[in-house]
């Protein structure tokens, strides 16, 4: 099946360190999502983009919907504790697609 | 709030036994899924649901079934247990109310084939 390319794949920094992650691909997305899953539980959403070009914040979180449709990168800022886990871009191909493909998964260590 | 529980945590089972994963949304939502989680390489789909009775294969439905005979509650089988089902299975819920696709994800289940 089809995947998101997402890199890094783990990043280990210091507590106050701004993050950044992207996912790119071959194919053009109509929707890009990003989910957080903290250790032992499932994802949760963290931010969806709906248009190319669109630059979306939530807190020290942004993301961006890439120009081309086929890439897009989420930095997180001032970075604490509880940004620990694995950060997932998740895309859809066409609207009304139900189905959602995801990146392998960026896992981020913070040491205090 | 939406909210999507799974039957079981934590799982461990022996090869060959019949494992039934249970899923439940409680926002009417007509999409369900199925994935399972490894290391380094994401979520992938097993199998999805647009409708009560309705089933579509994912990218690797081999080994394993689903049953969704209620709107909110969506079943993942594995016949018969291997080694190589050991891994993490997350269910997830969407509304076709909203064009955008957004799932939402249970808590997981985390099984052991011994």
């Known amino acids: 099946g089809q995947q998101l390319n997402q890199s890094p794949q783990s990043m280990f920094i210091q507590e106050g360190e701004d993050v950044s992650m992207n996912c790119t691909s071959s194919?053009?997305?109509?929707?890009w999502l990003w989910y957080k899953q903290d250790p032992g539980e499932g994802p949760v959403l963290l931010i969806a983009l709906y248009k190319a070009g669109e630059l979306t914040s939530n807190g020290r979180l942004t993301a961006q919907f890439g120009i081309t449709r086929k890439d897009s990168f989420l930095n997180i800022s001032a970075s604490i504790p509880s940004d620990v886990g694995i950060y997932f871009c998740a895309g859809q191909l066409s609207q009304g697609a139900q189905k959602l493909v995801f990146g392998q998964g960026t896992r981020l260590t913070i040491n205090p | 709030d939406v909210k999507v529980t799974q039957s079981s945590r934590y799982l461990v089972k022996r090869t060959g036994e019949k494992v039934f994963l249970e899923c439940v949304q409680d926002?009417?939502?007509?999409?369900m899924f199925w994935y399972r989680q490894d290391p380094g390489l994401g979520l992938r789909l097993i199998y999805f649901?647009?409708?009560?009775?309705?089933?579509e294969k994912g990218d690797i439905p081999e080994g394993y079934s689903v049953s969704r005979e209620k709107k909110e509650r969506f079943s993942l089988i594995l016949e018969s247990a291997s080694t190589n089902q050991t891994s993490m299975y997350l269910c997830?819920?969407?509304?076709?109310?909203?064009?955008?696709?957004?799932?939402?994800f249970g808590p997981g289940t985390r099984l052991l084939v011994l």
């Open positions: 194919s053009i997305f109509n929707t």
């Open positions: 926002m009417d939502h007509e999409n």
């Open positions: 997830a819920s969407s509304s076709d109310r909203m064009l955008q696709e957004t799932q939402y």
């Open positions: 649901s647009y409708d009560v009775k309705m089933k």
